[in-house]
């Protein structure tokens, strides 16, 4: 069964830090792109970060470039999302999701972040 | 705000066609970026439902379809049912943002 699985989410506060984690199965993680996709009440679906297959290369929204770092293990077919001097409006709902054709065709379960004091 | 805008609900009865729109500008439909759509029922992740405009994934029912044209894109469903009360989005890329963007989304009821 092809799945994602976060952990990792919770309450910090603001100007705190974060990591997030995705175990992925069912399918060939290390031929895939991966994302991470965010869902706040206020702004909706917001597309955060994606990371080639290899690992070589990152995009990231702008708002959160130089504070979340997303990274990949292939052998531990795991997605990692580092997040660094977190602020309110980074609240939300964090999906994994796997990006294939420029669109996101599997998505976990999300794990929500919370930042707050 | 989002930078795909799309009506904030819509509602029909069973058996209904319903048009959901996606209106974006040059820098993201405008630029020829395929457009995708999901649907999200209630207390789940988004579901990829339309992608590259008019393709449907396996298992998504034939009564769904996508279209694009120029800045602008459209998800019909036809014959509405109970089971489509969900939420909507489109997505595409902006390559003025160098970002990928979702629609603001479409809360569609069956009356």
Redesign the interface.
Known sequence: EVQLVESGGGLVQPGGSLRLSCAASGFSFRDNWM?WVRQAPET????VA?IKPDGSQE?Y??SVKGRFFISRDNAKNTLYLQMNNLRAEDTALY?CTRAQ?????I????TMVTVSS | QSVLTQPPSLSGAPGQRVTISCTGSSSNIGANFDVHWFQQLPGTAPNLLIYNNNNRPSGVPDRFSGSKSGTSASLVITGLQAEDEADYYCQSFDNRLGAYVFGSGTKVSVL
């Open positions: 994302s909706g679906l917001e597309w994606n995009y929204l702008g999906y054709m420029h669109t996101f065709n998505w976990g379960q999300g």
